[in-house]
């Protein structure tokens, strides 16, 4: 199929090679997991990339050549090379490349970057969690329920320090009393993005067949647009009397 969204699934991946019981979850790692079931999809092309590949996994030939770059990160955020992150909010905002943030992302530099807040949160235990699809005539909603019940995920709660989401899209109820906006997109530049809060890594959110199919509809959405030529292509001053 000619013109597959080209999608690269970035992941940290320390959890899982340092903790045996986040291995035995997620063997392939957070992002063979859902390189796994990304690639079910014959219209999205998929590699992987991870914190300890060289040049972090991103170098100009793979960040300049994705279409929509997946993120997720927890306890090394700070090791993320400022100069790359840089390089990601370029992409995001002048080419209009997508940026999906899964969970623990959202005190990612680059999320934290191209939204502008600190994404900070409130944050307790693992507890369960439904996911409420409040904007069910959403592309990334699409075919969704109207909750998802998740079983047990970690609690993230508000106030969540990110900017007022240009589309909110589910809001998660935690079995405590806490609530959440856990789905929400921003439109920054020419780009899209969106973050999803499940995906604990000791949790088993990305095996969910809805957490799976969000996270693909996520990706249909954030694929650049077509965009039309620069206004330095059209004298407009000739108009102005
Ligand atoms: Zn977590």
């Not at 699809?133 to 019940?149: C, L, Q, R, S, Y």
């Amino acid at each position: 199929m000619a013109n597959k969204i080209r999608v690269t699934v970035w992941n940290e991946y320390r959890h899982e090679k340092s903790e045996e019981s986040i291995r035995a979850i997620y063997p392939k790692g957070i992002h063979g997991c859902v390189k796994d079931f990304l690639d079910t999809h014959d219209d999205l092309e998929v590699r992987i990339a991870a914190l300890d590949d060289p040049d972090q996994g991103l170098p100009d030939d793979v960040l300049n050549n994705t279409d929509v770059l997946m993120w997720w990160g927890h306890m090394a955020h700070g090791d993320v090379d400022d100069a790359l992150v840089q390089r990601i909010k370029k992409r995001v905002y002048d080419d209009g490349m997508g940026f999906i943030a899964m969970h623990s992302a959202h005190m990612s530099k680059p999320f934290r970057e191209i939204v502008g807040t600190s994404g900070k949160l409130l944050w307790s235990d693992d507890q369960h969690e439904l996911l409420w699809n409040v904007m069910p005539a959403h592309p990334i909603t699409a075919g969704i329920p109207e909750h998802v019940d998740l079983g047990i995920e970690e609690m993230y709660g508000e106030p969540f320090m990110i900017p007022q989401p240009d589309e909110l899209l589910f809001i998660s109820w935690f079995e405590h009393g806490y609530v959440f906006r856990s789905g929400c997109t921003f439109y920054r530049g020419r780009g899209k993005v969106f973050y999803f809060q499940p995906g604990h890594e000791a949790c088993r959110s990305f095996y969910n067949e809805y957490v799976q199919k969000i996270l693909y509809n996520g990706i249909k959405w954030a694929a650049p647009t077509a965009f039309g030529d620069a206004m330095h292509n059209c004298d407009y001053r000739k108009n102005i009397v």
